[in-house]
């Protein structure tokens, strides 16, 4: 079955301390991406990887890292996260072809 | 630069009724419009998209959007709400095809009462 997975689902954590939310797909496809969804803000682009070693900032990038060391992983890194960074967040994996997949969500809440 | 309004945070129907949510975008590229659905405590799912060919698109679960050029909008509806249509709808825009970054609206919930 196709599908994007991440992990995982839901996350408390304190400010601070670092963390990484995993990303996986079984599609080889080309394009990943990260969104943060936050209430009356609908969601946002955070990172996105075009492929293997190639990624790029989006509209939030601020306190979040990635890295595409292998076309179907996609983490998500906080090396020092804050409350402001408490939210749903999306993993995304796409080609040129086809539509974007989203995972299921990763509720992240930081105190 | 584009952009996506939906009217409307909340949106509440009767079972049976006709489902409305509105969506206005901006580009200044020939877009490619979504909607997507989010139930509680699950991902998004493709409904239905415009890609420049019909301007009325048909979706799954009876949904359908019009596109229309001239008013920027790309309302969603559904003739017939069911309790199970409760959910978030996003609608988002994009430059075209290939790998471009999609431009999300706020949402709007969607409460069906019986």
């Known amino acids: 079955e196709a599908q994007v997975t991440q992990n995982p689902r839901y996350l408390i954590t304190v400010t601070g301390k670092k963390l990484t939310v995993t990303c996986s797909q079984n599609?080889?496809?080309?394009?990943m991406s990260w969104y943060r969804q936050d209430p009356g803000l609908g969601l946002r682009q955070i990172y996105y990887?075009?492929?293997?070693?190639?990624?790029d900032k989006g509209d939030v990038p601020e306190g979040y890292k990635v890295s595409r060391k292998e076309k179907r992983n996609f983490p998500l890194i906080l090396e020092s996260p804050s409350p402001n960074q408490t939210s749903l967040y999306f993993c995304?994996?796409?080609?040129?072809?086809?539509?974007?997949?989203f995972g299921q969500g990763t509720r992240l809440t930081v105190v | 630069a584009q952009s996506v309004t939906q009217l409307g945070s909340h949106v509440s129907v009767s079972e049976g009724a006709l489902v409305l949510l509105r969506c206005n975008y901006s580009?200044?590229?020939?877009?490619?419009l979504f909607w997507y659905v989010q139930y509680p405590n699950q991902g998004l799912q493709l409904l239905l998209k415009?890609?420049?060919?019909?301007?009325l698109v048909k979706g799954i679960n009876g949904f359908e959007a019009e596109f229309k050029k001239s008013e920027t909008s790309f309302h969603l509806t559904k003739p017939s709400a069911h309790m199970s249509d409760a959910a978030e709808y996003f609608c988002?825009?994009?430059?075209?095809?290939?790998?471009?970054?999609?431009?999300f609206g706020a949402g709007t919930r969607l409460a069906v009462h019986p």
């Open positions: 995304a994996s796409q080609n040129s072809n086809t539509d974007a997949f």
């Open positions: 415009y890609t420049s060919a019909a301007t």
């Open positions: 580009s200044s590229v020939p877009p490619y």
């Open positions: 599609m080889n496809h080309e394009y």
């Open positions: 990887s075009m492929n293997v070693e190639v990624t």
């Open positions: 988002a825009v994009t430059r075209g095809g290939g790998y471009n970054k999609l431009i």
